[in-house]
């Protein structure tokens, strides 16, 4: 008789706790400017880090475009033409 094989799961039930995957982290910013028949344009971040280019795609399908000013909540990612360069992903409205 062997030892018996230890089941994974993403339960740890020595520790009584769910481990979750990673999430990129969100960043904070405001929409500095949207060119709505193009679908694009660039927000301010909050961490005072230089503005970032963000696509309709990006967004909930409800949006058809953003609004200057408008406060947002993002992910960080490359972006879809050229992955050396970044762009804004998962774009919220942030209420």
Known sequence: MGVPARRVSSFD??????????????FTG????WNS??????LSRDDGQPDIFAHITQTP??????N????VSFEIGPA?????????????IVT
């Open 37 to 42: 028949p193009k679908g694009f344009g660039f």
């Open 30 to 33: 405001t929409v500095k400017m």
């Open 13 to 26: 039930e020595r520790e009584r706790r769910v481990i979750l995957p990673m999430k990129e982290p969100r």
């Open 61 to 66: 399908e409800e949006f058809d475009e953003l």
């Open 80 to 92: 879809h033409r050229n992955p050396a360069k970044i762009e804004a992903k998962n774009i919220l």
């Open 68 to 71: 200057r000013g408008t406060r």
